[in-house]
């Protein structure tokens, strides 16, 4: 699969587990304990997992971006 196709899958999942995170840092009272175990605590794994997946497809462009030699010019 090529990084540009991946990153179009996997950008959404992350949009939809950070909305989840959110909501569920915010009504997790309203939830049971075993509901919130499940959708907050373990989809804050997953979260991290796709989150550094997310970085190595995008290292490239931090690097051309962040990590460039600064020219100084005279």
């Known amino acids: ?26 009504f997790g009272m309203k939830l049971s304990p075993e509901a919130f175990e499940i959708f907050h605590r373990k989809a804050a794994l997953v979260l991290a997992a796709l989150v550094v997946l997310h970085l190595i497809l995008n290292f490239n462009w931090i690097k051309a971006n962040y990590f460039r030699s600064r020219k100084v010019s005279q």
């Open 1 to 26: 699969m090529k990084k540009n196709a991946a990153l179009k899958i996997l950008n959404p999942i992350l949009a939809v587990l950070l909305i989840n995170q959110l909501l569920t840092g915010l």
